[in-house]
């Protein structure tokens, strides 16, 4: 039998439907307004018509689940934003304790050896959280091989290091697990100081640095930072320039009384430590920060098919992976190899600068294209676990929604701090070694500085 009349239920679940977008529409804040009014506008208008033209029940249905359908993504759209300004207020810091194979983990440590500068709170905290090295004597080497022959010889049981930093006391010690092993972790949190430095982002020009680790486990744990950006951004004119410092870049700490080291080694003290670091290089202060996890890249970039990266050389990994000059499709675990290469190309540190702003480029590309969308919600828990930010979720919704409503394109620059190979010893890795850094050079400093300042200054009406 032909449906000729209209059940109410029909007519009361297309209102109920019609709320929903409406309020997921309006609770969008990365939607230019102006749009939100059109597609209200659009809701309504539509909704009327066919409570007005039609009698079949089953359209209003299809019209009451389509809405459904489209308000439940607009509301994954702005979860999506949410996730990536989940910001957390600590950082993670991971030890481990290394013992003899000839040991049982249980027995009592007496004496633990170890490297490195640490604070009398971090001390404290490593303690609290294990209750053998908490009783334990802690004596303190300046010699890493001396610390590994002590304990090969007994003289202490045991030794403390950060995990992430336990590859170079035993750098020279090809046969460590033969003799030794990782006895147990000790994982903790710290309280992360307040960094951000807000402005209005729609209006005044800001700062970020862009911060990649690479490691395993949660973005915030404390390690080296391999990829260091500062992105200066002027919201007005839609400027923007991109400056790529090299991991070796030789350069005073902005912690640890301003210690002579490695860029890369501030990422092992905090990312304040980082920024602080990069802001006295470039006498900018740095608004907000940005860190990326490359290893959760592998799940984001499978979960999209495939990523096109752009390469400026030839190269074969060590592994066997081939990279050609020019554009390559890369998997996960291939794009994050070619994010990590820099012994087998010509230009070392500096391919694998570049090649890491090629990699974001492609997932940026990638992730914009329309038939990429309905995976955000596949995608939203990955950035949640790779991407750190201090930049609110307001901001980025502000962002977005003014990027949306303007819909000009935007003037990149890039440029890389230009600097000379040496070298150095550094204060993170044992002084009885010298290790490779890069000296920045300072023509090519300043004139990276004065790039910044004229994207910081210009206005719109200039």
Same mark, same amino acid.
């Given at each position: 039998? &032909? ?17 929903? %977008?409406?309020?997921?529409?309006? @609770? ?37 689940? #389509?809405? %459904? ?51 009398? +709170? ?15 004597? %802690? ?23 950060? #995990? ?12 460590? =697990?033969?003799? !030794? *092993?990782?006895?147990? $972790? ?36 404390? @390690? ?40 890369? *080694? !501030? ?8 920024? &602080? ?30 990523? +096109?990266?752009?390469?400026?050389? =030839?190269?074969?990994?060590? #592994?066997?992976? *081939? ?23 010509? @230009? ?17 590309? &990638?992730? #914009? ?23 609110? +979720?307001?901001?980025?919704? &502000?962002?977005?929604?003014? *990027? ?29 070694? $010298? ?11 300043? =004139? ?13 009406? @200039?």
């Amino acid at each position: 039998m &032909k449906n000729k009349t209209v059940k109410p239920y029909a007519t009361i679940f297309i209102v109920i439907a019609s709320a929903i %977008l409406v309020m997921s529409l309006l @609770s969008m804040r990365f939607l230019p307004m102006q749009y939100r009014l059109i597609l209200i506008f659009a809701c309504g208008a539509l909704s009327m018509l066919v409570l007005l033209l039609t009698k079949k029940s089953i359209w209003r249905y299809t019209l009451g689940v #389509s809405m %459904l359908i489209i308000a439940f993504g607009f509301v994954l759209g702005q979860q999506f934003v949410d996730n990536l300004s989940d910001a957390k207020d600590y950082e993670v810091l991971e030890f481990v304790v290394v013992r003899r194979n000839d040991v049982v983990d249980a027995d009592t440590i007496n004496k633990v050896g170890y490297y490195g500068h640490f604070s009398k +709170e971090t001390l404290a905290d490593v303690k609290k959280n294990n209750e053998q090295v908490a009783k334990a004597e %802690l004596i303190h080497y300046g010699d890493t091989n001396q610390l590994v022959d002590d304990l090969k010889s007994e003289k202490i049981d045991g030794i403390l290091s950060q #995990s992430n930093v336990l590859q170079d006391i035993m750098f020279f010690e090809t046969d460590f =697990e033969s003799w !030794a *092993h990782v006895s147990e $972790k000790i994982v903790f949190q710290v309280a992360r100081p307040e960094i951000v430095k807000p402005v209005d982002v729609t209006k005044e020009p800001f700062t970020v640095l862009i911060s990649g680790v690479d490691l395993y486990g949660d973005v915030v744990t404390r @390690s080296r930072s391999d990829m260091n950006m500062i992105v200066a951004v002027n919201p007005t004119t839609q400027s923007l320039l991109s400056v790529s410092l090299p991991r070796d870049t030789y350069i005073p700490l902005g912690c640890e009384d301003g210690s002579l080291d490695k860029l890369t *080694h !501030a990422g092992l003290y905090g990312i304040s430590c980082t920024v &602080k670091t990069v802001e006295n290089l470039m006498d900018q202060p740095i608004n907000y920060f940005v860190r990326i996890n490359f290893t959760g890249l592998v799940d984001i970039i499978d979960i999209l098919g495939g990523v +096109e990266v752009y390469s400026d050389n =030839e190269f074969t990994t060590d #592994s066997g992976m *081939h990279i050609k000059k020019g554009m390559n499709t890369l998997d996960g675990t291939q794009a994050l190899e070619f994010a990590r290469e820099r012994y087998n190309i010509e @230009s070392g540190d500096l391919a694998r600068v570049a090649n890491h702003q090629a990699l974001l480029k492609g997932i940026i590309t &990638k992730i #914009s294209s329309s038939e990429q969308m309905m995976k955000i919600p596949q995608l939203s828990r990955y950035f949640k676990d790779m991407v750190d930010t201090n930049l609110t +979720e307001d901001d980025i919704s &502000k962002l977005l929604s003014q *990027h949306l409503s303007q819909n000009n394109s935007w003037t990149i620059h890039e440029a890389i701090l230009g600097g000379t190979g040496d070298m150095q010893e550094v204060y993170s890795l044992p002084s009885d070694y $010298k290790y490779y850094v890069y000296w920045p050079n300072a023509e090519s400093l300043q =004139e990276i500085r004065r790039q910044i300042d004229d994207i910081m200054t210009v206005s719109e009406e @200039s």
